[in-house]
């Protein structure tokens, strides 16, 4: 650990509007020094726009920016001790490889730029191909160029927008890997936006959901895929089962909720909605905690776990494990997917069953919020 907290970005109520249309609400947050950081969220729902508010290419409509101590609300972006990467690398065509990601030293009037430039293109596994053109390097390669071009002057933090969005799938999750160990190297601050959950899951520590112009959640990928607290959150970082009921009492450190004709246990501290006898509660509980029985086999099913019955629909075998859709009465409006490892020739469609899961496995949303 360090007490270095140069790095560090603080967003105080910075909000932007667009005449009557808020792009962004106002908005607290803090990302300390040397954390790779994602803002993650649909298109529109205002990533890009804080990005840009942090690099100084947008003006807040209110709010302040700090990078370490320093307050830059009121700076140009130059003078930031910030750069950015964006999708579209806007390499210089007739410049190679070297001359590109010298171009910052150079523009600083500095004359003895060959380590420092051979330093960062190892950094980035380019060495070989300094003096290449652009065109002649691969996406993936041409985004490393982007990326030495901009730590070539050291920021204290670096800004990347959907910077692998132009890669396929293949391009894409090596250079998530490549970012990650470059970020570990150099131990900067990065800022990363993307509308990819994986991206986001794969490459950073904390991350921040936004929806419709503010943060929904703030967490590690762990806590967000385990513990989201709203269905929005729940729904974009992978898929969700939800179930009505109601708090009927506690038991330790479990609720007990009634759900349907029976009963669901929820450890309390898993719980975002009042606990209170009555009170409404949203369960989830994600499709791959969930395994079937056969209902002529529900006596095998261990004590202790929570269980809902129901009919499959239908199922799908889909390589590593078979996605079934289970219709079930606790749950009217919705149906249930379940994978399951395995294969049990009488779990087809018409089938009467038995979901169960660990309760640790439940999480609880306010059903009046969500
Ligand atoms: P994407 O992934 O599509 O880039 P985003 O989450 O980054 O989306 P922003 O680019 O931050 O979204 O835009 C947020 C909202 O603000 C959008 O509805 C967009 O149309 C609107 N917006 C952005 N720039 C302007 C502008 N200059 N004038 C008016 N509205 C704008």
Same mark, same amino acid.
């Given at each position: 650990?360090?007490?270095?907290?140069?790095?560090?970005?603080?967003?105080?109520?910075?909000? #932007?509007?667009?005449?009557?249309?808020?792009?962004?609400?106002?908005?607290?947050?803090?990302?300390?020094?040397?954390? @790779? @950081?994602?803002?993650?969220?649909?298109?529109?729902?205002?990533?890009?726009?804080?990005?840009?508010?942090?690099?100084?290419?947008?003006?807040?409509?209110?709010?302040?920016?700090?990078?370490?101590?320093?307050?830059?609300?009121?700076?140009?972006?130059?003078?930031?001790?910030?750069?950015?990467?964006?999708?579209?690398?806007?390499?210089?065509?007739?410049?190679?490889?070297?001359?590109?990601?010298?171009?910052?030293?150079?523009?600083?009037?500095? *004359?003895?730029?060959? #380590?420092?430039?051979?330093?960062?293109?190892?950094?980035?596994?380019?060495?070989?191909?300094?003096?290449?053109?652009?065109?002649?390097?691969?996406?993936?390669?041409?985004?490393?160029?982007?990326?030495?071009?901009?730590?070539?002057?050291?920021?204290?933090?670096?800004?990347?927008?959907?910077?692998?969005?132009?890669?396929?799938?293949?391009?894409?999750?090596?250079?998530?890997? !490549?970012? #990650?160990?470059?970020?570990?190297?150099?131990?900067?601050?990065?800022?990363?936006?993307?509308?990819?959950? !994986?991206?986001?899951?794969?490459?950073?520590?904390?991350?921040?959901?936004?929806?419709?112009?503010?943060?929904?959640?703030?967490?590690?990928?762990?806590?967000?895929?385990?513990?989201?607290?709203?269905?929005?959150?729940?729904?974009?970082?992978?898929?969700?089962?939800?179930?009505?009921?109601?708090?009927?009492?506690?038991?330790?450190?479990?609720?007990?909720?009634?759900?349907?004709?029976? #009963?669901?246990?929820?450890?309390?501290?898993?719980?975002?909605?009042?606990?209170?006898?009555?009170? *409404?509660?949203?369960?989830?509980?994600?499709?791959? *905690?969930?395994?079937?029985?056969?209902?002529?086999?529900?006596?095998?099913?261990?004590?202790?776990?929570?269980?809902?019955?129901?009919?499959?629909?239908?199922?799908?075998?889909?390589?590593?494990?078979?996605?079934?859709?289970?219709?079930?009465?606790?749950?009217?409006? @919705?149906?249930?997917?379940?994978?399951?490892?395995?294969?049990?020739?009488?779990?087809?469609?018409?089938?009467?069953?038995?979901?169960?899961?660990?309760?640790?496995?439940?999480?609880?949303?306010?059903?009046?919020?969500?």
């Amino acid at each position: 650990m360090t007490n270095d907290t140069s790095g560090d970005v603080r967003l105080s109520g910075i909000s #932007k509007t667009y005449g009557s249309f808020t792009a962004v609400h106002p908005l607290d947050l803090t990302v300390p020094q040397g954390s @790779f @950081f994602a803002l993650l969220g649909a298109s529109g729902c205002g990533k890009t726009t804080t990005l840009r508010m942090i690099a100084g290419l947008e003006e807040p409509s209110s709010g302040t920016v700090h990078l370490g101590e320093q307050d830059v609300t009121a700076l140009p972006p130059y003078k930031r001790p910030v750069n950015t990467v964006f999708q579209s690398y806007a390499l210089f065509p007739h410049l190679d490889i070297f001359e590109n990601v010298a171009f910052g030293l150079r523009r600083r009037g500095i *004359k003895s730029v060959k #380590k420092q430039v051979e330093e960062m293109l190892d950094l980035v596994q380019l060495g070989e191909q300094a003096r290449k053109k652009p065109h002649q390097l691969s996406g993936g390669q041409q985004q490393r160029v982007a990326v030495a071009r901009a730590l070539i002057n050291h920021p204290k933090v670096l800004l990347l927008d959907e910077p692998l969005g132009a890669l396929d799938l293949k391009l894409r999750r090596q250079m998530q890997l !490549e970012l #990650k160990r470059i970020q570990t190297e150099v131990g900067i601050t990065f800022i990363h936006v993307t509308h990819d959950q !994986e991206e986001a899951m794969t490459m950073a520590d904390t991350v921040a959901v936004m929806n419709a112009g503010r943060v929904e959640q703030l967490g590690s990928p762990n806590d967000l895929y385990e513990n989201p607290s709203t269905t929005f959150v729940a729904n974009f970082l992978g898929t969700s089962n939800f179930i009505e009921a109601e708090v009927d009492s506690k038991s330790g450190d479990d609720i007990v909720l009634k759900a349907g004709g029976g #009963k669901l246990v929820l450890p309390e501290s898993r719980c975002g909605a009042p606990t209170t006898t009555g009170g *409404k509660v949203l369960v989830g509980v994600r499709p791959e *905690k969930i395994s079937l029985t056969h209902a002529d086999e529900a006596g095998e099913i261990p004590e202790g776990r929570n269980r809902i019955t129901g009919r499959i629909a239908d199922s799908s075998f889909i390589g590593v494990s078979t996605q079934y859709v289970v219709d079930s009465p606790v749950c009217p409006e @919705f149906e249930v997917y379940a994978q399951n490892i395995d294969r049990d020739a009488r779990l087809v469609p018409g089938a009467d069953v038995v979901l169960h899961w660990n309760p640790a496995h439940t999480f609880g949303l306010d059903a009046a919020q969500s």
